[in-house]
C-alpha cells in the first residue's frame, strides 16, 4: 500500500510538472516583419509599433469604440478655460529596470516623441509649459483651447506616445536609443534576442494591470502567457506552412491565397477585422513633375480607378473587402460622403474623354511597382493599365518596395503608386500619411501643397467635438477629391491566423498578446 501510494504521489507530481511546462510553453508568433528598429519613437514602421505596445505603456489608450481611456493615467483634471490639464499617475508604475514611472520620466518622453509624431508636434506647438509638479502629477499648459489633447496622448498613429525613463528619452529624437526599458507587459531582454532568428519577450510580473476589462488598448491588460518566442519568417507560405503543422501558434497576416485551406482546417481560425483594423490602399501621385503637376490631369485619375476591380485583382471578396470613398475610411468618426461625386461611375471612356479637354501632351506617365508586395503591386499593374487605355503614354517600372520608398523621395523619374496604410493611421486628417504632409518638405505625399488645407488641419485640432471634427474633416475631403491630391483603391483586411488552441487574442489589427492564453 506504501509502494502504491509512492506511485500515486510521484505520478501526480509528474503531471503536475508536466502541466506547469506546458503553462510556460511561450507563444509561438510570426509578424508581418522582423523587429529591427527597437527604438519606439525612432520610426513610423508599423512593427516598431507593434513592438511598443508589447513593452512599453501610454498615458491613454483607445478602446474599441475609439474613446480615449486612461491607462498609465489614474486621473486628470480641466480648468474651466480648457487651457490647464494635470494628469496624476498611477500608482505602483514601474519600470522593467525596477526604477519607478515619475512624472519627470512622462515629461521627457512627450517631448522626445513629439519631435518624431505630426500629432505631438501639434500639441507641442501649442504648448505654453509641459512640467513634472510632483512625482506622480504632470501639468500641461495650453497657448489656447485645443480638442485633440487626450487623442494626442493616446493616439495609435506612429511612433506611438510611449513612455521610457527620462535618463533614456534624453536622447535625441534622431538618436536610435540603445537601452530598451519600458514599463509594459512584456519584458526586452537583449540577451534573448537573435537577430534574423528570434526574439523572446518575458512575460513582466510585476505589471500592474488596471481593474476594468480589456477593450482593445484600453483596460486591463493581463500578460498570461509566460513568454512570446518571435519568429522571424520572411516568406509568407512558409510560415503558413509553419501555423499548419503546429510550429507556430499565430501569423500576423495570413497569406490571402491562404485563407479558403486555413478556414476549412479545424484546428487553425482566421481572424477578420473591419472599420480602422481594415487597410485603405491609396494611389500616391507626384504633384511635382508632368504631367500630374496639373490639376485637371490629376482629376481624370477619379475616374480611372475601379475599386471592386482592384479587390477582384487581390483575391478578395465581401467578407475581406469593401468599397469606401470616405477618405478617412468607412467605419471611422470621421467618416463622410463630401465631395466623393467623382469617383462615382468610373469609366475609361469618360476619363478619356476628360484627358482630351486637358493641357495633356503625351508627357509618359511612370507608374512604379513594387514586386514585392501584392497590394501595391496589384493595384498598380490595374491602373497603369486602364492609364494607358484612356489615353496617357505609360512607362512601368518595376522594383522592390525599398526601391519605390527611395524613388518617391525625388521630385522627377516617378509619377504615381499603389500603397496601403492601416486605417487607425488614416481616419485622422492629422494622421492621415496622404495628405497630412501638404505643404511641409515631407516626400511621402508627393510633394503636395495646396494651401487652402493649412487652415483647415488648424481647425480639425482645435474643434471641440466629434461633430465638429467630422465637419472639417468633411470640408478637406472635399478639397483633396476636387484637386485630385489622392485617390483610395479600396478598403480591405488581411486577417490574422492562428492555431484553435489560442484563446483570449484581442481582435487587433495591430497584434497585441497581453490577454492571449495557450491551451
Known amino acids: 500500500m506504501k509502494r502504491l501510494y509512492g506511485m500515486l504521489a510521484a505520478g501526480a507530481v509528474a503531471l503536475a510538472t508536466g502541466l506547469g511546462a506546458a503553462r510556460a510553453e511561450p507563444l509561438k508568433v510570426v509578424l508581418e516583419a522582423e523587429i529591427v528598429t527597437l527604438d519606439p519613437h525612432f520610426t513610423s514602421a508599423y512593427i516598431t509599433r507593434t513592438f511598443g505596445y508589447m513593452v512599453f505603456d501610454t498615458l491613454f489608450a483607445p478602446d474599441a469604440a475609439g474613446t480615449m481611456k486612461p491607462q498609465m493615467v489614474d486621473k486628470w483634471t480641466t480648468s474651466d478655460d480648457g487651457l490647464t490639464w494635470a494628469f496624476t499617475l498611477r500608482d505602483g508604475l514601474a519600470f522593467h529596470d525596477g526604477s519607478p514611472v515619475t512624472a519627470v520620466d512622462v515629461v521627457a518622453s512627450l517631448q522626445r516623441w513629439s519631435t518624431r509624431n505630426a500629432l505631438g508636434g501639434r500639441l507641442l506647438a501649442n504648448t505654453a509649459s509641459l512640467t513634472a509638479t510632483d512625482a506622480r502629477t504632470v501639468t500641461l499648459v495650453l497657448k489656447s483651447p485645443y480638442g485633440l489633447v487626450l487623442d494626442t496622448l493616446g493616439t495609435t498613429s506612429s511612433p506611438s506616445p510611449f513612455i521610457m525613463p527620462a535618463r533614456i528619452a534624453a536622447t535625441p529624437g534622431t538618436t536610435q536609443v540603445s537601452e530598451i526599458v519600458g514599463s509594459g507587459p512584456f519584458v526586452y531582454n537583449r540577451a534573448q534576442h537573435r537577430p534574423g532568428d528570434r526574439m523572446l519577450l518575458r512575460r513582466n510580473d510585476n505589471y500592474r494591470p488596471r481593474a476594468e476589462p480589456v477593450d482593445f488598448l484600453a483596460g486591463g491588460k493581463v500578460p498570461k502567457v509566460e513568454a512570446l518566442d518571435i519568429r522571424v519568417i520572411p516568406d509568407s507560405g512558409t510560415a503558413a506552412a509553419a501555423l499548419q503543422s503546429g510550429e507556430i501558434d499565430y501569423m500576423q497576416y495570413a497569406p490571402f491565397d491562404f485563407l479558403a485551406a486555413m478556414e476549412r482546417d479545424r484546428n487553425l481560425r482566421v481572424l477578420n477585422f473591419t472599420g480602422a483594423h481594415m487597410f485603405t490602399g491609396h494611389y500616391r501621385i507626384n504633384t511635382a513633375s508632368k504631367p500630374f503637376d496639373d490639376p485637371a490631369i490629376r482629376r481624370v485619375l477619379l475616374k ?83 492609364l494607358q487605355r484612356a489615353g496617357f503614354k505609360v512607362d512601368v517600372q518595376v522594383m522592390d518596395w525599398a526601391s519605390v520608398l527611395a ?39 508627393g510633394f503636395m501643397c495646396e494651401q487652402r488645407l493649412v487652415p483647415l488641419f488648424d481647425a480639425f485640432a482645435r474643434a471641440p467635438d466629434r461633430a465638429a471634427q467630422r465637419e472639417v474633416a468633411g470640408q478637406i475631403q472635399t478639397i483633396v477629391y476636387e484637386q485630385g491630391l489622392g485617390i483610395p483603391f479600396g478598403q480591405f483586411a488581411q486577417p490574422a491566423a492562428m492555431r484553435a488552441s489560442v484563446t483570449g487574442l484581442i481582435p487587433s489589427a495591430v497584434p497585441l498578446f497581453w490577454n492571449a492564453e495557450k491551451k
Open 304 to 386: 480611372l480607378v475601379d475599386q471592386p476591380e482592384v479587390m477582384a485583382g487581390l483575391g478578395l471578396d465581401t467578407r475581406y473587402s469593401r468599397d469606401c470613398a470616405a477618405f478617412f475610411i468607412c467605419g471611422s468618426p470621421n467618416e463622410t460622403d463630401a465631395g466623393t461625386a467623382p469617383l462615382a461611375d468610373p469609366s475609361v471612356e469618360a476619363a478619356a474623354a476628360m484627358l482630351r479637354q486637358t493641357s495633356y501632351a503625351g508627357e509618359p506617365v511612370i507608374v512604379l511597382v513594387a514586386s514585392d508586395l501584392e497590394a501595391p503591386k496589384v493595384s498598380s499593374q490595374i491602373l497603369a493599365d486602364r
Open 407 to 445: 524613388r518617391r523621395g525625388q521630385r522627377q523619374g516617378w509619377s504615381v503608386y499603389g500603397v496601403h496604410a492601416l486605417g487607425l493611421d488614416l481616419a485622422s486628417p492629422l494622421t492621415n500619411s496622404v495628405i497630412n504632409f501638404n505643404c511641409t518638405t515631407a516626400t511621402t505625399a
